[in-house]
């Protein structure tokens, strides 16, 4: 969470707190590397978050979501994973 929230300039409270709640709805998983905790994407769970957004908030008009859904943060082996 360190060195996310140096990237994103939020206080490193804020951050765990929010991947603990993440992780906790099964967005990502969390695992211990020494002293440190490594989260990863679960991108299966993504894809359903998405996929209910498209269908419940978009009303099944994917022009409305498509912005989102083509930004480079949105797909998988684009960036960081983790």
């Known amino acids: 969470a360190g060195s996310l929230a140096e990237q994103v300039e ?3 409270s804020n951050v765990s707190f ?3 709640e993440l992780e ?3 967005l990502v998983s969390a695992r211990r590397d020494a002293r440190s905790i490594v989260y990863s994407a ?3 769970a993504l894809s359903g978050l998405i996929r209910f957004l498209m269908e ?3 009303s ?3 022009e409305i ?3 989102a859904l083509a930004a480079p943060c949105c797909r998988p082996g684009e960036g960081s994973r983790q």
Request: charged share 30%; aromatic share 4%; net charge neutral.
């Open 10 to 12: 939020v206080s490193p």
């Open 18 to 20: 929010h991947l603990k």
């Open 24 to 26: 906790r709805a099964g």
């Open 42 to 44: 679960e991108y299966d």
């Open 56 to 58: 419940d908030c978009c």
């Open 60 to 62: 099944g008009r994917p």
């Open 65 to 67: 979501c498509a912005p």
